[in-house]
């Protein structure tokens, strides 16, 4: 394996740098068949969440893909409703048993919803346990992060977050990892009806490069230091898209791209939501 294609979370665990991200992907044959030809096309890492409601799809998957489970790395994430209710612990129980599994590789806080450091707490005692090999936060800014840590025994190995080229997320990127928190980018291809792989700048750099767009978009991830989950269902799309460990972008190209940034989020900002 080449160097970037895992990385190391800050208690040892490694976490492949590519993941396919299955919001949105139909629970049933739809989710199977997309996360079949990931783990195929050699990706070892699928992230889920309750909320996407294909835990089961994904768990089958993984089961049935002739792969010894420890070589694939799963996130699922716990949603808001379970966070407000306390049901921390019951809400990953319910998860490991629509997946299928005995342990879960990363569990996240799903947003910040009130009541997220109890659910911390409880987080904590499952790794602990052993039922959650990372345990981590998702849509945190740097002062939900602080709320967080106040009472927190174990720093998060990890916060997801939006981020593509039109939101860089320096500044949340620098604070997390001066905590030692790793970032994943959630919708780094601009997110699902966006036209971010349209965009002229980028399609220069690939053209430049031989590769598509979504390749530069994902290298750009990876060489920035992000863990990135793409999204497709289509075969040949999802097979590209990790196809991103032969080549290199130069340090002009790595700042033409995070010159490109306009603050500009495709999904509800973690200040003000109302789900
Ligand atoms: P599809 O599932 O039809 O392939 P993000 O990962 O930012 O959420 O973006 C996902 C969107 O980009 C989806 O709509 C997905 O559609 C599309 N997509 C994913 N990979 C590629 C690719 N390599 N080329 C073009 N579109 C892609």
Same mark, same amino acid.
């Given at each position: ?7 190391? @979370? ?5 976490? !492949? *740098?590519?993941? @396919?991200?299955?919001?949105? $992907?139909?629970?049933? !044959? ?13 990706? /070892?890492?699928?992230? *889920? ?34 966070? /407000? ?26 947003? !910040? ?11 904590? *005692?499952?790794? /602990? ?18 709320? #967080? ?16 080229? @039109?939101?860089?997320?320096?500044? #949340? ?7 030692? $928190? ?36 994902? /290298? ?47 999904? !509800? ?7």
């Amino acid at each position: 394996m080449q160097p970037d294609t895992q990385k190391k @979370l800050h208690n040892g665990v490694a976490i !492949p *740098t590519v993941g @396919l991200g299955v919001f949105q $992907i139909e629970n049933g !044959p739809v989710a199977e068949k997309a996360i079949r030809s990931a783990i195929d096309a050699g990706y /070892r890492h699928i992230d *889920t969440a309750r909320a996407y409601h294909n835990e089961e799809s994904v768990g089958k998957a993984v089961r049935n893909a002739g792969i010894p489970r420890d070589e694939i790395f799963v996130t699922t994430k716990l949603w808001n409703a379970d966070i /407000r209710a306390g049901r921390a612990r019951a809400a990953c129980e319910e998860s490991l048993s629509r997946l299928g599994l005995d342990y879960i590789d990363l569990y996240l806080i799903h947003w !910040p919803a009130d009541g997220f450091e109890v659910a911390w707490s409880e987080m904590e *005692t499952l790794y /602990r346990e052993g039922k959650l090999r990372a345990i981590g936060v998702s849509n945190f800014q740097d002062h939900h992060i602080n709320t #967080l840590m106040q009472n927190a025994t174990i720093t998060p190995m990890v916060n997801q977050i939006e981020c593509h080229p @039109l939101l860089t997320q320096k500044p #949340l990127r620098e604070y997390c990892e001066s905590k030692g $928190i790793a970032c994943e980018a959630w919708s780094p291809l601009g997110g699902t009806g966006g036209n971010l792989l349209d965009h002229s700048a980028l399609a220069a750099i690939a053209q430049r490069y031989g590769k598509s767009v979504a390749q530069i978009i994902l /290298r750009w991830d990876i060489q920035g230091g992000l863990i990135t989950l793409p999204k497709s269902v289509h075969p040949d799309r999802i097979a590209s898209n990790i196809n991103i460990y032969d080549f290199e972008l130069s340090a002009e190209d790595m700042a033409a791209i995070d010159s490109l940034n306009q603050d500009r989020r495709v999904g !509800p900002d973690p200040d003000h939501f109302n789900f």
